[in-house]
């Protein structure tokens, strides 16, 4: 295999970054204080979101936020096969079901026509992904969870900085979780947030993040804290450290800046691509503003002389990263396993992941690393 001369990404870490974190081992603090608390505070702002919940993934934020909100055997949480698995793991590991729908052919959002038929009366909330970042139709989604009494918990792993419609995605359903994993747009390491506008669920999350603990447990090695706390029911260990917390805050300040540059590079992909036959361009609502966390093309598997896995291997070949988002879940043997769903269930999810290619996309790649990345896209696609 080539050297790669390309990744798939780069995380954008700087000096400042990296002083942030050093600031806070040296203090002698390490978990969750204030700097959790000022993460929370800058991101409620950037959002919009009354309240925050800085945590240590997303996963652990739609996992709390469902517990937090009583999901259980018997309910229904409404997804799609078209995401990362711990969309649905979560929902799982509260005992619920978990009911696939299929997504739309532009963008792989999930479809608020699907969503409407699969609803049932035991349908608890609804689940959609923002892919790569580009808003779902969150109108039509809350209009349906409104009128049919379901809650809206949106997957925004991939949604920092997304804008649907002019508003910040995290203000805009009953709850949203982010990611700040090592390759989303801003990181922690590892690291998430719930945001919502419902101070109720903010509170029970909270002390579900940590054991369940009585909220001044919290606070309990402060000055003046005291050693006794109250377990007030059976919670989980999912609190974000200061340190993770501390570069969260630093990432989050050179956001705009992120998705500046990622807009350039997607721009640059655009024009470079734009009139490939073999290739269909990822597809964007140009009343949203996309934050380019992923650039998905789709090869024309029927007609390009080279298929998505060879291009994928002649990328490599090049020294070129790509990645793949995503392998629809009911492929999977664990989900196999629960006899539900079969191949061919979900064509647009399928077709779609049958020529689905995530090119590298990062804000420190350079206009002629993308031309790089696409002369080498038209050589594969176009053999001599
Ligand atoms: C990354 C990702 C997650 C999980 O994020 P963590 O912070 O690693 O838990 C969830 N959903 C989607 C769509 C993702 O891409």
């Keep these: 295999m080539a050297e790669q001369r390309i990744p798939f990404v780069k995380v954008a870490l700087d ?23 000022g993460l929370e505070a800058d991101l409620a ?43 649905a793991n979560v929902v799982l590991h509260t005992g619920a079901t978990p009911v696939l729908v299929d997504v739309r052919e532009a963008d792989a959002n999930i479809d608020p026509e699907l969503v409407e038929r699969a609803i049932t009366p035991r349908t608890r909330v609804i689940l959609p992904v923002h892919i790569a970042g580009e808003p779902c139709d969150m109108d039509a989604l809350m209009e349906i969870g409104r009128r049919r009494g379901v809650k809206v918990l949106e997957d925004a792993a991939h949604a920092i900085g997304s804008l649907y419609r ?59 804290g005291s050693w006794r706390y109250d377990i007030q029911e059976f919670g989980f260990k999912d609190n974000l450290t200061d340190i993770a917390a501390a570069l969260g805050r630093s990432q989050l300040t050179k956001l705009e800046l992120f998705i500046e540059q990622r807009t350039r590079v997607a721009q640059r992909y655009f024009e470079n691509l734009r009139d490939e036959e073999h290739l269909i361009l990822p597809s964007f609502n140009e009343e949203n503003r996309h934050p380019w966390h992923l650039f998905m093309i789709r090869v024309r598997n029927e007609t390009s002389p080279a298929p998505r896995d060879d291009v994928i291997r002649e990328l490599a070949e090049r020294g070129i990263g790509t990645s793949v988002h ?59």
């Design 45 to 87: 702002a950037y959002t919009g979101a009354k309240y925050v919940n800085a945590v240590n993934s997303a996963t652990a934020a739609m996992h709390l936020a469902l517990v937090a909100w009583d999901i259980g055997p018997g309910d229904e949480v409404i997804t799609t096969p078209y995401t990362f698995t711990a969309t």
């Design 166 to 224: 002019g508003r910040p995605v995290g203000a805009l359903s009953d709850a949203a979780a982010f990611s700040f994993y090592a390759n989303k747009t801003i990181t922690t390491g590892e690291g998430g947030a719930l945001t919502t506008d419902d101070e109720r669920l903010s509170d029970r999350v909270r002390r579900l993040t940590l054991h369940g603990m009585s909220r001044d447990a919290w606070n309990r090695y402060d000055a003046g």
């Design 326 to 384: 995503f392998i629809p879940l009911h492929y999977f043997t664990a989900y196999q396993k629960l006899g539900r769903w079969e191949k061919g269930d979900f064509p647009v999810a399928e077709r779609f992941f049958d020529g689905e290619i995530s090119l590298p996309m990062y804000p420190a790649m350079t206009n002629a690393e993308v031309d790089d990345v696409c002369e080498a896209l038209r050589e594969i696609l176009h053999p001599a």
């Design 15 to 37: 000096e400042e970054d990296i002083a942030s974190v050093e600031r806070v081992l040296r203090s002698g603090w390490l978990t969750t204080a204030s700097q959790v608390k």
